[in-house]
């Protein structure tokens, strides 16, 4: 940790990372480099991984209150301030040389490969993948050092680490170069990207279900068109027989109704499953002209009964506008509407009519 500076510095030390390029004329690796000031000494300390170096500023006479000279505890930053400050970075870092020597490592290289410090120093690289990795590595690393440059590692492809159990686990890796005098460095910050990837494949999981799921419904959508409405045929064929044997009034009212009723499931069955396709995307809108007095009165004989068995009066009333759009999806919705009205009232009546209103 940094120490504490001389009485009369006071509290005045800043410390702040230094973006590339701020000071022309030194040369700044980041990301390891971070300026300590002391603006009441008119003094800034630069110190890295491996180096410090300081830098005094010019007094300015109408300005400094302290033209005192640069403190000895000021010429050099102590060496624990750069370990702190990676060893407080999230991510592991290490910095290897050309020929893949691991030369520094903060403790989150530890933490996350379970070697202890001190093995790792002086550790290749390679020795931080599986081995099925290691000769690409090498070839990969080799190409690296003739065109250094900042950018991530392995883009595309999936990267993975080896901890000292032998367990592996997937890794995101940045690169960026060092330069130490005549030689250059490669620092590279290992991100355990383990819970994104379990993320990733649960989602995954998910849409592979939703789409298992939406086959089957539409299996049994083709399933249902066939085997469900047969049943409802063969009783509306059964009923036409029925009425031509029939000639009684009261028995022939009887089987009016029956149709009736056997004409509603069959619609409302045909309603469903043209719902669940639009759903779905297997049906679309068809639109086209046609009369609202048609449609309503389709929907006074079918619902006039149901009305009348609740003790209701159903009036609807005659229209002769004409609409354009997709009819059987308006009468579905009609339907709908009209038969939650007569469910949920308990008497008086439930009206349907038609209303223009100006765009």
């Not at 000071?23 to 690796?29: I, S, V």
Request: aromatic share 6%; with cysteine.
């Amino acid at each position: 940790m940094l120490a504490a500076p001389p009485e009369h510095l006071g509290a005045a030390l800043q410390l702040r990372r230094v973006p590339a390029g701020s000071y022309p004329g030194l040369t700044l690796c980041p990301p390891l480099f971070f300026e300590v000031s002391c603006p009441r000494a008119n003094c800034t300390v630069f110190c890295g991984a491996r180096e410090a170096r300081h830098r005094v500023k010019e007094p300015d006479t109408h300005t400094s209150q302290y033209p005192a000279p640069v403190p000895p505890s000021m010429q050099s930053a102590p060496p624990e301030l750069a370990r702190s400050a990676l060893d407080a970075a999230p991510d592991a870092m290490i910095i290897i040389d050309a020929s893949g020597v691991i030369r520094f490592a903060n403790r989150q290289v530890s933490a996350l490969f379970g070697y202890p410090h001190d093995d790792i120093i002086g550790m290749r690289v390679e020795h931080l993948m599986p081995e099925r990795f290691r000769e690409r590595h090498l070839a990969d690393r080799q190409s690296y050092a003739h065109s250094v440059r900042v950018r991530p590692m392995g883009i595309g492809l999936d990267l993975f680490g080896q901890r000292a159990d032998g367990t592996e686990f997937p890794v995101e890796i940045s690169l960026s170069p060092i330069e130490d005098g005549n030689r250059v460095l490669v620092a590279a910050a290992i991100r355990d990207v383990s819970d994104r990837k379990r993320a990733e494949a649960e989602l995954i999981a998910a849409r592979r279900a939703a789409d298992r799921a939406n086959q089957g419904k539409s299996r049994f959508l083709a399933t249902a068109s066939h085997d469900l409405r047969q049943p409802l045929q063969t009783l509306s064929l059964l009923n036409g027989n029925l009425r031509r044997l029939l000639v009684e009034p009261q028995a022939a009212q009887i089987l009016a109704q029956q149709e009736i009723a056997i004409g509603a499931m069959s619609r409302l069955l045909n309603a469903l499953l043209d719902i669940s396709k639009l759903e779905s995307g297997a049906v679309k809108p068809d639109p086209s002209d046609f009369a609202v007095n048609a449609l309503f009165e389709e929907l006074r004989l079918e619902f006039a009964s149901l009305a009348d068995n609740k003790g209701l009066g159903f009036k609807v009333t005659p229209s002769d506008v004409w609409i354009r759009s997709d009819r059987s999806l308006v009468e579905q919705i009609l339907k709908n509407l009209v038969s939650n009205a007569i469910k949920y009232t308990r008497q008086a009546w439930v009206a349907l009519r038609c209303l223009c209103e100006s765009p």
